[in-house]
């Protein structure tokens, strides 16, 4: 079993930057791919960033290419998500999400873990 634990999250105004962290613990030693999915209100679920463990290979969707980066910890139980230039419609609630396979990132159904989120709130 494997725990995810989001913070970082808040309020901010457009423009303005947020970093959000993600802590895993327990059995870690086989995860491959570490992502932070958002949810917006009545919107689906979206992959944002995803990066490969242990190697650090990185993916971004398209939206938020040159204001976000996700990075890990020299450890690799920590995995964050820097959010610059941040804008309204990145407003969600964001995940942290885990997984063992080497699939296409962005495939939620292949995640084994998920953290419980954390909300982001960008005003105008």
């Known amino acids: 079993q494997v725990q995810l634990v989001e913070s970082g999250g808040g309020s901010v105004q457009a423009g303005g930057s947020l970093r959000l962290s993600c802590a895993a613990s327990g059995d870690t030693v086989n995860m491959r791919w570490m992502a932070w999915f958002r949810q917006a209100p009545g919107k689906e679920r979206e992959g944002v960033a995803g990066?490969?463990?242990?190697?650090?290979?990185?993916v971004y969707v398209d939206s938020v290419k040159g204001r976000f980066t996700i990075s890990q910890d020299s450890a690799k139980t920590l995995v964050y998500l820097q959010m610059n230039m941040l804008k309204p419609e990145d407003t969600a609630v964001y995940y942290c999400?885990?997984?063992?396979?080497?699939?296409?990132?962005?495939?939620?159904?292949?995640?084994?873990?998920w953290g419980q989120g954390t909300q982001v709130t960008v005003s105008s």
């Open positions: 999400a885990a997984k063992r396979s080497l699939g296409w990132v962005f495939r939620e159904d292949d995640y084994d873990y």
């Open positions: 990066i490969t463990i242990p190697s650090g290979a990185t």
